[in-house]
């Protein structure tokens, strides 16, 4: 069985390292690249923080809208008994 991490196989950390190494050796040649790399990987951080965000949003409106249900069947159920 295959272990899938729901994460990049380079994190935030291990890029920010390269510039810590580019910083040691005064190399900068492949710097840009690095706050590029930083960039999209921030970037799909926030977009799973707001992923989560909205799935517990979903999760919230789905319990309000079941119970909300479960009250308008009960309403009916009344109803029907009064007729």
Known sequence: MRFYRHYPNRTLCDVLEEVR????????????????????????????????????HTKMQLRELKKEIKELETKKKDLEDEG
């Open 21 to 56: 190494k580019c910083t040691k050796t005064q190399n900068y040649s492949y710097l840009p690249g690095l706050v590029e790399e930083l960039q999209s990987l921030g970037n799909r951080m926030e977009a799973a923080l707001e992923d989560a965000n909205d799935l517990e």
